[in-house]
């Protein structure tokens, strides 16, 4: 469960999330839509442990993420968030099995059979040893998908993932993130500017100037 209370974020004189409150239930898929810089990413990241808000809390799972210190938000990050990104973000000079295998190798696991099985599951069995620029894009937001849902995490945030591929790609792309997700139950919070994909998720919030308009 994650629950955002009174949730304030500035970037310098800048008020980019004003008073978001939020409850997101365990296994929920969750579609945030805006217009550009209404403050999606903004929220994502802060979800994410990846930056500090100026007021409110993050409850997850009981606990107040805002309060950690570095050290405690690397381990939630490490362990309980995997995070899809727009243009994939993965390592160029790792090859596909290395890329996938990196959150293990970051939380002190090595599993090699886990790294295939993850693989397989993505439709990518027998492209291990490629880099990310020999394989197409949609390629590449499989092994980012294999890469967020190998350590198992509870929470997987994904920032406009279909956003740099073409629509077919782009409702693979969501096909599989959603069948994967409910197959282990995972929290999704998806951003995205487009309606046919926000429809995968059991509801649409929208955000506007920082704050929650409909729900
Ligand atoms: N690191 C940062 N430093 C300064 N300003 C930032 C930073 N990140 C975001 N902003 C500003 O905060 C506002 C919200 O940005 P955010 O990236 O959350 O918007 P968004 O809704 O994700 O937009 P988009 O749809 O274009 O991705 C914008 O005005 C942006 O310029
Ligand atoms: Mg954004």
Redesign the pocket.
């Given at each position: 469960m994650i629950e955002i209370k009174d949730l304030v974020k500035f970037?310098?004189a800048?008020l980019?999330l004003k008073d978001i409150n939020l409850k997101i239930p365990d296994g929920k898929f969750l579609s945030i839509m805006?217009?550009?810089?209404?403050?999606?990413?903004?929220?994502?990241?802060l979800i994410g442990g990846m930056d500090f808000p100026d007021k409110g809390s993050i409850v997850v799972d009981g606990e107040d993420i805002t309060k950690f210190n570095d050290d405690k938000l690397t381990k939630y990050r490490r362990k309980k968030i995997g995070f899809i990104f727009q243009f994939f973000n993965l390592l160029p000079n790792l090859t596909v099995f290395e890329n996938v295998q990196m959150p293990l190798l970051l939380n002190g696991q090595i599993n090699k059979s886990k790294v295939y099985e993850y693989i397989e599951k993505v439709g990518l069995k027998g492209k291990e040893k490629a880099y990310p620029h020999q394989i197409s894009g949609g390629q590449q937001q499989r092994v980012a998908i294999a890469r967020a849902l190998i350590h198992d995490p509870e929470i997987i945030l994904a920032?406009?993932p279909t956003g740099s591929l073409d629509s077919k790609t782009g409702e693979e792309i969501m096909e599989l993130i959603s069948s994967l997700a409910e197959e282990s139950n995972k929290t999704v919070i998806l951003?995205t500017?487009e309606d046919y994909i926000a429809k995968y998720a059991e509801e649409i919030i929208k955000?506007k100037d920082?704050m929650i308009i409909s729900e």
């Open positions: 970037y310098g800048q980019v805006g217009s550009s810089g209404s403050g999606k990413s903004t929220l994502l990241n920032d406009e951003v500017h955000i920082g």
